[in-house]
């Protein structure tokens, strides 16, 4: 293999981007590289760092286009560490690396770089794409972010088993006294305490508690065939109507659809009916008002379902009829 099918072959592993320094090396020098690449339409994204054509643009690549840049001490942080390891939708930015206190690193356009001396090797990734660990990631947030999103994003993580509360209180004890420490550890306290349901179904079971329509507290199991135990996100149990909040990330990759259509099959040959909410409903007023509509016409609908079939798995004792 030449060298300069080498630097092709490492700038694949780096979402398409090479820094300078690899190039030479390889043992080319820099001067026949800056020609090479002038001549063949490479893209200049920092001072050292180039792209080759026929590569995507994407978050990715300017993220390692970033870390390149800053040489190989620096990694991903706060929100783009978020963004990069699913926490957060959008894509950020400025993006935000962490560099060695020791380091001053260039200044970058559309980067903005943190100094620190609480680095630890337990708290990076692995990969050429170097971010901070989930649990370093929420310690750093805790400084910039409420506590609404922050515990949003420390449920998600919970959630998909990104971390745990152990790993997280862990990494804020190594860090010291941090900004946001006393944020954080009132997080922790508030989702210890719960089955680690997302911060949007706890927003949805307040919001409907607040419109006269309270559910069951918590996550309700229900036992369905082969004695597979299936959680309800928000369950009625003596209607035996359930609402599956479909908030990102946790049901948006084709295996989690793919989960929730045979859960929901299972609940339905158990009677239950169930509605679906997301996001957006909860967000768009009319349309969070259709939605309550069809919740109180199906509630009135199924008013002592369960007590009517008592063998019906998962069903509660029933309770009087609500007044809506």
Known sequence: ????????????????????????????????FRRHAQRFAWQRLHRGVYALPGYPESYERDVMAALLANGP????????????????????????????????????????????????TCDVTAGPLRRTAVPRTLCDLAAELEEGPLQDLAAVALQEGLTTIERIVSCSSRLGKHHGRGQLRAVLEQLSGTSSDSGFERRARSWLCDRGLPPHPCLYPVRAEDDVVVELDIAYPDEMVFIDCHGFPWHSSPSSLLTDNIRSNGLAALDWVGLRLDEEQLATPSRAAVFLRQLRRLLDQRAGRAARLPDRSGALPARPPRAW
Do not use: N, Y
Request: hydrophobic share 40%; glycine share 8%; charged share 25%.
């Open 1 to 32: 293999m030449d060298a300069w099918q080498q630097i092709v072959d490492t700038a694949s592993k780096q979402f398409g981007v090479v820094r300078v320094s690899q190039v030479v090396a390889r043992g080319i020098e820099e001067r026949t």
């Open 73 to 120: 001490r620096c990694v991903a942080s706060h929100r783009t560490a978020a963004a990069l390891t699913g926490l957060m939708r959008r894509r950020p930015r400025p993006l935000q690396l962490l560099v060695p206190a020791d380091r001053a690193g260039p200044r970058l356009a559309g980067v903005q770089g943190r100094r620190t001396r609480t680095l630890f």
